[in-house]
């Protein structure tokens, strides 16, 4: 008895760094991953700062997600291994970030990484002060390299912390300081606007392979969405021949799947050749509008047909069984193989096909040669049929090569995919936009009726009757869920809900500075702007000032208009990087 007594007291005494790992079996399956990591991570709660005051450490947060390549790497390397993990135990507060549970604070993160080192992205690793503010961050780093960071920054923090939240705090000082700096008075006439997006982004534009940067290829949808729409009002050859160059590629290289449907995240090249593999949501969506669009635009049946194969791919393979859609599908297969889910070895082809079918396999998505990674083969667009054949023989070869697909396919899917079944409310909100156009645009029925399923999952299980859900498995809902349900449900014609949507952005989201992403406190310095960048995401603040633009209540309509010019700053700094408030302003200059 007294043992056990002794047990239970020790138990009750130790201090909150030495409980567990506290993710196990968490319902987010990027946090359940980490859930059997020798480092005591815990998930983020309003607490985390408490307990850091109250012990007087540094934290790590670490972001991430489920689908994200190098996210996998670092666990393997550093966050499974014994000495980080007592290093990580022994001085740190250790926090694991499901970034799509909570976007607003890795978009705070992420902008100090970007500004501070030139970069970012993930697995995110940013060190903070107990107060909140951000000391020192980076991504990936290998096993060594981290090691010897933490070192140096617990060294910092032991030898001198009046020095470390000196220099904390004055680097976000510098950040808030930068923002006013992009916001300031500097504005562009409305005739100006569309000309100086163009300019910027043709600036950036790589003609000769399309994309923006020399670098990895990212779709850059919402820019690309605002160029069709620029090129719409007025024709300029130049981005005309650049905005086919890109959607060609994107269409036809390793950015897509041309198996299965769907796009990747992005191609690590800038030829569009090798893709980091993940699949996500919100990519899917955003380029079946891209392609809708560019369709109508630049009257390219073939881009629509790219969009359809995109949706198509959504509802048979990210479609949840109790209702929405799922995040993501992974970048690593079942086996811990990046892209081993979609790359072929000589071996693996000539065991799924034969004779000529193979052989037209292999010219048809361009399978010989030598493959551009270790892995295998990518299929990507090689010979069309009517260059495999004559007139005579096409129906027969277009047999031999749906067969062929169905018969990949089948192969493929033993290979296993794990799935992050999250249903996050604002990428069903951008899919219910996509969808909904689809159904205007396309013959086929499927595509409204899918959309009114979703629109009732969305409107029945994501919303409570008082407030938006993030997602069923946690998170708190944002600016970004608000303004893409929003858009979803005007997309739909639902009136009462996406009205009862746009007054609680306003209400929750803004204020006399500007946008915040979130309406919870979480950190010091959080960015507060009169318009939100464009990213991999529409800009949710425009999003909701131009569906207030059009709304019937004339009070939302009159704070739509002031924001829509308070954005003007912003705008003027960089439209391409605010490509949505920037045809915002370009729209209201043309009414007047």
């Known amino acids: 008895m007294r043992l056990l007594l002794s047990l239970l007291l020790l138990v009750v005494c130790l201090p909150a760094y030495a409980l567990p790992n506290a993710l196990k079996d968490h319902p987010s399956p990027y946090l359940a991953m980490h859930g059997d990591d020798p480092v005591h991570w815990q998930d983020w709660d309003d607490q985390v700062l408490e307990q850091a005051r109250r012990e007087g450490r540094l934290i790590l947060i670490s972001s991430g997600y489920f689908s994200c390549h190098w996210c996998h790497v670092m666990q393997r390397e550093s966050y499974r291994d014994a000495a980080v993990a007592s290093a990580l135990n022994d001085h740190f507060i250790t926090v694991k970030l499901d970034r799509e549970l909570h976007p607003a604070l890795d978009a705070h993160l992420i902008d100090f990484v970007e500004r501070t080192t030139g970069s970012a992205g993930w697995p995110l690793n940013?060190?903070?002060?107990?107060?909140?503010?951000?000391?020192?961050?980076?991504?990936?780093?290998?096993?060594?390299?981290?090691?010897?960071?933490?070192?140096?920054v617990q060294e910092l923090w032991q030898e001198d912390p009046a020095k470390a939240r000196q220099?904390?705090?004055?680097a976000m000082t510098q950040i808030v300081r930068a923002r006013a700096g992009m916001a300031a008075d500097n504005t562009l006439e409305p005739a100006q606007i569309l000309p100086a997006l163009?300019?910027?982004?043709?600036?950036?534009?790589?003609?000769?392979?399309?994309?923006?940067?020399d670098q990895a290829r990212f779709p850059m949808a919402p820019q690309l969405l605002a160029l069709l729409d620029s090129l719409a009002r007025n024709d300029d050859a130049r981005l005309r021949a650049f905005l086919i160059t890109t959607l060609d590629q994107m269409a036809r290289q390793g950015l897509r799947d041309h198996l299965g449907g769907g796009f990747f995240r992005?191609?690590?090249?800038?030829s569009w050749q090798v893709p980091h593999y993940e699949k996500m949501l919100y990519d899917q969506a955003l380029l079946a509008r891209v392609y809708l669009r560019a369709g109508q635009v630049l009257q390219r049946p073939d881009y629509l047909a790219v969009a359809a194969d995109t949706l198509d791919f959504v509802l048979q393979d990210m479609a949840h069984p109790q209702g929405g859609y799922i995040a993501s599908l992974s970048a690593l297969d079942a086996a811990g193989e990046e892209g081993g889910a979609y790359l072929w070895t000589t071996a693996q082809l000539e065991t799924a096909l034969q004779g000529e079918q193979l052989t037209l396999a292999r010219d048809h998505w361009r399978l010989h040669g030598t493959p551009a990674t270790d892995g295998g083969y990518l299929p990507v667009a090689g010979?069309?049929?009517?260059?495999?054949?004559?007139?005579?023989?096409?129906?027969?070869?277009?047999?031999?090569?749906?067969?062929?697909?169905?018969?990949?396919?089948?192969?493929?899917?033993?290979?296993?995919l794990p799935r992050d079944d999250k249903r996050l409310a604002g990428w069903n909100g951008l899919l219910l936009q996509a969808l909904a156009e689809a159904a205007e645009i396309l013959p086929e029925s499927r595509y409204r009726e899918a959309a009114q399923r979703l629109q009732a999952f969305i409107s029945q299980r994501l919303w409570d009757g008082k407030q938006l859900i993030r997602s069923l498995d946690g998170g708190y809902a944002g600016l970004e869920d608000y303004a893409q349900v929003a858009a979803g449900l005007a997309a739909m014609g639902e009136k009462p809900l996406q009205q009862t949507l746009l007054a609680q952005a306003w209400q929750r989201f803004h204020g006399t500075a500007g946008w915040r992403r979130s309406d919870r406190g979480l950190l010091p310095g959080m960015a507060v702007e009169p318009g939100l960048l464009d990213d991999v995401m529409p800009s949710p603040s425009a999003v909701v000032v131009g569906l207030s633009l059009q709304a019937a209540d004339p009070v939302l309509r009159e704070a739509a208009a002031k924001a829509r010019d308070a954005a003007a700053g912003v705008v003027a700094a960089s439209a391409f990087w605010h490509a949505g408030h920037a045809l915002l302003l370009a729209q209201d200059g043309a009414q007047r």
């Open 383 to 416: 010979k069309p049929v009517s260059e495999l054949v004559d007139a005579a023989g096409q129906a027969r070869t277009q047999a031999l090569l749906a067969d062929a697909r169905q018969r990949l396919l089948k192969a493929r899917a033993a290979r296993g």
């Open 126 to 152: 940013v060190f903070l002060t107990p107060e909140g503010y951000p000391l020192v961050g980076l991504t990936y780093a290998p096993r060594d390299n981290f090691l010897t960071l933490l070192g140096k």
């Open 167 to 170: 220099l904390a705090e004055g």
């Open 266 to 270: 992005y191609t690590v090249d800038p």
């Open 198 to 213: 163009n300019r910027e982004a043709l600036s950036q534009a790589n003609e000769m392979e399309g994309g923006f940067g």
